[in-house]
């Protein structure tokens, strides 16, 4: 029996929305077949990551929040992707939250912004941090545990792995992607957060 400080991440809410009939349908067609929790997983990560394209990537509209937009339009923000991934393995009975990073918008220093991505809380791991970003030249996120393959390091002070597990999206996330609708705009006003040390 799942702990009730657990039921949170199993939750279907206004982003992360597995009750809509596409979505859930999605989730029980990606957990046919598997033999194992890390099969269903996997399965989920890999869909996110190679089958919905990442907004930038590939220049594409329409800006996506819900779980259920992004599924129906076949393209995110690496926080948009998160949403709809925490959505397939919640709808699979698999508690999955959202974590975030703090990376440079350049090569190097500021400005600064967020960057998307799941933790999945494995049997036999605990909470296990997946990035379904989207790979690309330079990207190589995978589905390897109990070692985290994510998409980017962090390489300077400023740039950090915010320690939570949320349930929800941040607020600035949600704002950024529902205040703009292209997403050019969204690049060029990416959310960010203060560091209080």
């Not at 949403?83 to 990073?101: E, S, T």
Request: charged share 25%.
């Amino acid at each position: 029996m799942t702990p009730p400080f657990m039921q949170r991440y199993l939750a279907a809410s206004t982003y992360i929305d597995f009750d809509t009939p596409d979505v859930l349908a999605t989730a029980r067609r990606l957990a046919e077949g598997a033999t194992s929790e890390a099969d269903v997983v996997r399965a989920c990560f890999e869909f996110v990551r190679d089958t919905i394209r990442h907004s930038v990537d590939f220049k594409a509209n329409p800006v996506t929040c819900k779980a259920s937009d992004v599924l129906r339009h076949g393209t995110g923000y690496c926080y948009a992707k998160s949403h709809l991934l925490a959505a397939l393995l919640r709808a699979n009975g698999i508690p999955a939250g959202l974590c975030y990073q703090r990376l440079s918008v350049g090569d190097s220093g500021a400005p600064y912004c967020l960057h998307g991505l799941n933790a999945v809380y494995l049997e036999d791991v605990g909470w296990y941090r997946i990035d379904a970003r989207g790979n690309k030249p330079g990207v190589d996120a995978r589905f390897e545990p109990p070692v985290e393959k994510l998409a980017f390091a962090t390489r300077t002070r400023e740039e950090r792995m915010l320690p939570e597990i949320w349930a929800e999206p941040l607020p600035v996330v949600v704002e950024t992607l529902e205040c703009y609708d292209t997403w050019d705009q969204v690049l060029a006003n990416l959310p960010d957060v203060v560091l209080l040390d």
